[in-house]
Protein backbone atom coordinates (compact mmCIF):
# COMPACT_ATOMS: atom_id res chain seq x y z
CA UNK A 1 0.00 0.00 0.00
CA UNK A 2 1.47 3.27 -0.84
CA UNK A 3 0.59 6.61 0.76
CA UNK A 4 -1.68 7.73 -1.57
CA UNK A 5 -4.02 4.25 -1.60
CA UNK A 6 -6.89 4.40 -1.17
CA UNK A 7 -8.41 2.61 2.08
CA UNK A 8 -9.34 -1.36 0.84
CA UNK A 9 -12.60 -1.36 3.33
CA UNK A 10 -14.05 1.41 0.79
CA UNK A 11 -14.96 4.33 3.26
CA UNK A 12 -12.85 6.45 0.66
CA UNK A 13 -10.39 7.88 2.68
CA UNK A 14 -7.10 6.70 2.21
CA UNK A 15 -5.69 3.69 4.29
CA UNK A 16 -3.51 5.79 6.48
CA UNK A 17 -5.90 7.67 7.25
CA UNK A 18 -8.39 5.05 8.14
CA UNK A 19 -7.82 1.20 8.72
CA UNK A 20 -3.59 1.92 8.65
CA UNK A 21 -3.45 3.75 12.16
CA UNK A 22 -5.75 0.88 13.82
CA UNK A 23 -3.66 -2.16 12.15
CA UNK A 24 -0.27 -0.48 13.51
CA UNK A 25 -1.97 0.15 17.01
CA UNK A 26 -1.83 3.89 17.27
CA UNK A 27 -5.20 4.24 17.17
CA UNK A 28 -7.96 1.81 18.75
CA UNK A 29 -11.60 1.27 16.61
CA UNK A 30 -13.68 4.05 18.39
CA UNK A 31 -17.06 1.78 17.29
CA UNK A 32 -17.66 -1.59 15.91
CA UNK A 33 -18.17 -0.64 12.15
CA UNK A 34 -14.30 1.18 12.43
CA UNK A 35 -13.69 -2.08 13.62
CA UNK A 36 -15.32 -4.31 11.28
CA UNK A 37 -13.51 -2.30 8.31
CA UNK A 38 -10.57 -2.29 9.79
CA UNK A 39 -11.09 -6.58 10.08
CA UNK A 40 -12.44 -7.07 6.62
CA UNK A 41 -9.08 -4.58 5.15
CA UNK A 42 -6.63 -6.98 7.22
CA UNK A 43 -8.50 -9.96 5.30
CA UNK A 44 -7.68 -7.78 1.96
CA UNK A 45 -3.84 -7.45 3.13
CA UNK A 46 -3.11 -10.39 4.93
CA UNK A 47 -2.77 -9.14 8.21
CA UNK A 48 -3.53 -12.61 10.41
CA UNK A 49 -2.08 -11.01 13.71
CA UNK A 50 -4.69 -8.27 13.28
CA UNK A 51 -7.42 -10.55 12.71
CA UNK A 52 -6.50 -12.98 16.09
CA UNK A 53 -6.08 -9.60 17.85
CA UNK A 54 -9.84 -8.44 17.51
CA UNK A 55 -11.49 -11.78 17.46
CA UNK A 56 -12.63 -12.30 21.20
CA UNK A 57 -10.37 -14.73 23.36
CA UNK A 58 -13.74 -16.64 24.29
CA UNK A 59 -13.81 -17.11 19.86
CA UNK A 60 -10.08 -18.35 19.14
CA UNK A 61 -10.16 -21.73 18.95
CA UNK A 62 -6.99 -24.20 18.31
CA UNK A 63 -6.13 -23.87 14.46
CA UNK A 64 -7.19 -20.07 14.06
CA UNK A 65 -4.31 -18.84 12.59
CA UNK A 66 -4.42 -21.86 10.35
CA UNK A 67 -7.71 -21.57 9.08
CA UNK A 68 -7.08 -17.43 8.76
CA UNK A 69 -4.35 -18.28 6.44
CA UNK A 70 -5.98 -20.64 4.03
CA UNK A 71 -9.30 -18.12 4.07
CA UNK A 72 -6.95 -15.41 3.39
CA UNK A 73 -5.04 -17.44 0.50
CA UNK A 74 -8.29 -18.86 -1.38
CA UNK A 75 -10.20 -15.39 -1.40
CA UNK A 76 -9.88 -12.60 -3.48
CA UNK A 77 -11.75 -9.47 -1.87
CA UNK A 78 -13.27 -6.82 -3.98
CA UNK A 79 -15.53 -4.62 -2.05
CA UNK A 80 -17.51 -3.63 1.11
CA UNK A 81 -20.83 -2.43 2.16
CA UNK A 82 -22.26 -1.76 5.70
CA UNK A 83 -25.82 -2.06 5.61
CA UNK A 84 -26.61 -1.70 9.33
CA UNK A 85 -24.80 -0.53 12.47
CA UNK A 86 -26.19 -0.26 16.13
CA UNK A 87 -24.65 -0.02 19.17
CA UNK A 88 -26.04 -0.05 22.73
CA UNK A 89 -24.24 -0.67 25.96
CA UNK A 90 -20.84 -2.13 24.67
CA UNK A 91 -22.24 -4.21 22.47
CA UNK A 92 -22.82 -3.84 18.32
CA UNK A 93 -24.12 -5.45 15.69
CA UNK A 94 -23.04 -4.90 12.03
CA UNK A 95 -24.28 -5.84 9.09
CA UNK A 96 -22.58 -5.99 6.27
CA UNK A 97 -21.39 -7.69 2.23
CA UNK A 98 -18.16 -8.13 1.46
CA UNK A 99 -17.70 -9.28 -2.33
CA UNK A 100 -15.63 -11.71 -3.27
CA UNK A 101 -14.16 -12.75 -6.58
CA UNK A 102 -16.30 -15.86 -8.01
CA UNK A 103 -18.44 -16.75 -11.07
CA UNK A 104 -20.83 -15.50 -10.55
CA UNK A 105 -19.85 -12.38 -8.04
CA UNK A 106 -19.23 -14.10 -4.40
CA UNK A 107 -20.85 -12.39 -1.70
CA UNK A 108 -20.53 -12.64 2.10
CA UNK A 109 -23.27 -11.49 3.84
CA UNK A 110 -23.33 -11.44 7.30
CA UNK A 111 -24.84 -9.96 10.89
CA UNK A 112 -21.67 -9.89 13.37
CA UNK A 113 -21.76 -9.45 16.63
CA UNK A 114 -19.49 -7.25 19.24
CA UNK A 115 -18.28 -6.25 22.55
CA UNK A 116 -16.20 -3.38 23.83
CA UNK A 117 -14.24 -4.52 26.67
CA UNK A 118 -11.50 -2.42 28.66
CA UNK A 119 -12.17 -0.26 25.79
CA UNK A 120 -11.04 -2.42 23.11
CA UNK A 121 -13.85 -3.97 20.20
CA UNK A 122 -13.49 -7.44 19.66
CA UNK A 123 -15.55 -9.48 17.22
CA UNK A 124 -17.43 -12.53 18.49
CA UNK A 125 -19.10 -14.14 15.08
CA UNK A 126 -22.00 -13.71 13.11
CA UNK A 127 -25.07 -14.88 11.35
CA UNK A 128 -25.07 -15.58 7.71
CA UNK A 129 -28.05 -14.08 5.87
CA UNK A 130 -28.60 -14.58 2.17
CA UNK A 131 -27.16 -12.27 -0.73
CA UNK A 132 -28.26 -8.98 -1.38
CA UNK A 133 -30.02 -7.69 -4.38
CA UNK A 134 -27.69 -5.29 -6.71
CA UNK A 135 -29.59 -2.78 -8.63
CA UNK A 136 -28.01 -2.29 -11.95
CA UNK A 137 -27.82 0.91 -11.84
CA UNK A 138 -26.44 1.36 -8.39
CA UNK A 139 -22.95 2.54 -7.77
CA UNK A 140 -20.54 -0.43 -7.78
CA UNK A 141 -19.40 -1.45 -4.48
CA UNK A 142 -15.66 -1.06 -5.00
CA UNK A 143 -15.47 1.85 -5.43
CA UNK A 144 -15.00 2.53 -8.89
CA UNK A 145 -17.53 4.94 -8.63
CA UNK A 146 -18.70 3.08 -11.87
CA UNK A 147 -22.73 2.13 -12.34
CA UNK A 148 -22.62 -1.83 -11.00
CA UNK A 149 -23.63 -3.09 -14.80
CA UNK A 150 -20.57 -1.37 -16.18
CA UNK A 151 -18.19 -2.68 -13.71
CA UNK A 152 -18.76 -5.69 -11.55
CA UNK A 153 -22.40 -6.30 -13.05
CA UNK A 154 -21.63 -6.24 -16.65
ZN1 LIG B 1 -10.57 1.60 6.10
ZN1 LIG C 1 -16.88 -2.57 -9.56
Not at 31 to 42: G, V
Not at 86 to 100: H, R
Request: proline share 5%; with cysteine.
Amino acid sequence: MSDSSLCPCNSGLLYKECCQPLHQHTHVAEDAEKLMRSRYSAYHLGLVDYLLETLHPSKRHPGEREALQESISQTDWLGLKIIDHKEANNLAEVEFVAFYDDEPLGQLRERSRFTREAGRWFYHDGLFLPPLKLGRNEVCFCGSGRKFKQCHGS
